[in-house]
């Protein structure tokens, strides 16, 4: 038997159905439909993978109550504050890319994810973000758990990194993972995104976090311009950081740096330093990476 675990999916037309009930019941005040009633009402748009695996839903469940445990420990259901927002997405992150069974291509594709999002988890959809943003149910980058799982997957730097495994993915603000994340360009190479990680990383502890908005926005603007006129996927390691190094140097330029206010940034520095060594290494030698 097949050790890759199926996970159902939710083809387009019953995402399209489930966004319509979810508006009406919204219109009305009504209660959302609960799980079993929720299977019942869209089995006929839930559908698994023909082969290439055998159906889990013991995978299932534990996707339902790991995810629902997370949520719980960041405030679900009372409403929850943007710190226990960034908190549940973080650990959610760590979990969904660390667990052996969510590697699979069935992860990859987008209607595994709206099936996630609009029947399993729909509860948690609704408290992170609310009942009328069809972009966070629906199969996509802005979808609730995949952009989560896209994250981890990437940002991940191995066991081999020890306490820093998740400095990356702890480290970047939600503005920093949008302009990663929800730009195809960048989001399709791991490596380039780690690199423009570490890139923010460097430059928030060397200017602030709260002057990287802009800054941010300018270099990925710089770096996709960039990317037309070299193929940034074929630099070398060194290269690559070097690239993204002078490009955040360049849209950084006349912001003065921050002094050291002894709260541990020397630490934090030494540490992004630590981790652009480990990214710059060869691929044949002992490099870190998260896929």
């Known amino acids: 038997m097949s050790n890759v675990r199926l996970l159902p999916r939710l083809n387009d037309v019953g995402v399209m159905r489930f966004m319509e009930d979810l508006e009406r019941l919204t219109l009305a005040d009504s209660e959302l439909m609960d799980g079993d009633k929720r ?19 013991e995978l299932v469940g534990e996707i339902l109550a790991r995810m629902t445990a997370i949520a719980r420990q960041h405030g679900y259901p009372d409403r929850a504050s943007d710190r226990q927002k960034n908190g549940f997405d973080v650990e959610a992150a760590k979990w969904l890319a660390e667990h052996p ?39 996509g980058v802005r979808n609730t758990f995949q952009r989560l799982w896209i994250r981890g997957r990437t940002l991940d730097l191995g066991e081999t990194a020890g306490k820093e495994r998740w400095h990356l993915l702890e480290g970047l603000s939600e503005d ?16 380039l995104s780690k690199a423009i990680a570490i890139g923010w990383l460097d430059t928030a502890n060397r200017i602030g976090r709260a002057r990287m908005e802009d800054v941010m926005r300018r270099a990925t603007k710089l770096l996709r311009l960039r990317n037309q006129i070299i193929d940034l996927t074929f630099l070398s390691a060194e290269g690559l950081a070097k690239e993204v190094g002078d490009i955040f140097a360049r849209s950084s330029e006349g912001i003065t740096e921050q002094e050291d206010p002894g709260d541990g940034s020397a630490q934090k520095d030494s540490v992004v330093s630590w981790i652009t060594r480990a990214i710059r290494r060869p691929k044949n030698g002992a490099a870190i990476s998260g896929q």
């Not at 009402?41 to 159906?55: C, L």
């Not at 920093?176 to 490596?191: C, H, L």
């Open 101 to 139: 069974q969510l590697s699979s291509p069935d992860l990859l594709r987008d209607d595994t994810w709206s099936f996630l999002s609009c029947i399993l988890l729909q509860e948690l959809v609704v408290w992170r973000y609310s009942a009328r943003q069809s972009a966070r149910f629906a199969g």
């Open 176 to 191: 920093a993972m949008v302009q990663i994340f929800e730009r195809a360009s960048i989001a399709s190479d791991a490596q």
């Open 39 to 57: 299977r019942s009402e869209y089995e006929a748009w839930i559908w698994y993978a023909p082969s290439g695996g055998s159906i889990s839903p």
